[in-house]
């Protein structure tokens, strides 16, 4: 865990300090995991609160693989060109949630630009999959852009998952940088008509320290609100390899609570701000 971030230009402060995961739940989850071989994106990303989310019964999926069409200067994901969409991957989530005993569960996807419906059909059987082998276990799905589509958007809203989540990761002006082949404005288009297609819970989240102002991050923080947009996480990025865009500042615990006390001060109605958050963190609390 402590070499997610391997830049040597900033140094990293005492504040970003992971606690090694610990506790029965967590366990018994590391268990069943290796043994059925579940693919978790919680152990893939390397995230820093696996113990405290395991523990709390909640876990993150990623579904249509795990190569991207895109290649966002972010992320640790391996780009490249995709490999067949596998039809059985819904009731396998599905499976393994039943089987890790869930309570609430995150899924998300590469992007795959590559396909005519880009993914959205696979996206809807998993959600519906979910619902009919592990009925009481609870849904936040974090999708793509999708193009902005709406007719892609609309299989999500169909299906209706307690929340639904499109990260825009940073501010307007790095957006190019960061998410090479993504758009500031679509994202938060995306947002806007999740909650116009009546869809009760919508959220995003942003990566901070990429080299962004304070006032580029309060301007948007208030564009997502003015999307209508109930939950936002604000976390530091760390960088995952060498090859990825470098850390430029760590922020301050006292820098996330302002940003954290604007967001509410706006009126979302859950708001997750610390150097740690990540954008699952805290998500079984996210669908009241």
Known sequence: MENLVQ????????????????????RELRTLVDKYKLNTICQSGSC??????????????????????RSCGFCGVKTGKP??????????????????????????SVDRDDLKDMGSILWGETVNAVRRISP????????????????????????????????M???????????????????????????EAG?????????LGLGETKDEVFQTIEDIRNANVDVITLGQYLQPTKKHLPVKKFITPEEFDEFGDFARSLGFRHVESSPLVRSSYHAEKHIH
């Open 7 to 26: 830049d040597t230009t900033v140094q990293k402060p005492k504040w970003i300090r992971v606690k090694l995961p610990t506790g029965k739940n967590y």
């Open 83 to 108: 490999l067949d969409v596998n039809w059985d991957e819904p009731e396998k989530v599905a499976r393994s949630i039943k089987l890790m005993k869930i309570k609430h569960a995150v899924l998300t």
């Open 136 to 167: 009481g276990t609870t849904m936040e799905t974090l999708i793509p852009d999708f193009q902005g589509l709406t007719k892609h958007i609309d299989r999500l809203v169909e299906v209706a998952p307690e929340v639904i989540s499109h990260n």
């Open 169 to 195: 990761e940073t501010v307007k002006r790095l957006t190019r940088e960061v998410r090479i082949q993504a758009k500031y404005e679509r994202s938060l288009e995306v947002l806007r008509y999740l909650k």
């Open 48 to 69: 820093p609160n696996m113990g405290e989310c395991w523990g709390e019964g909640t876990a993150t999926f990623m579904i249509l693989g795990n190569i991207c069409t």
């Open 199 to 207: 869809q009760r819970r919508t959220k995003t989240g942003m990566m």
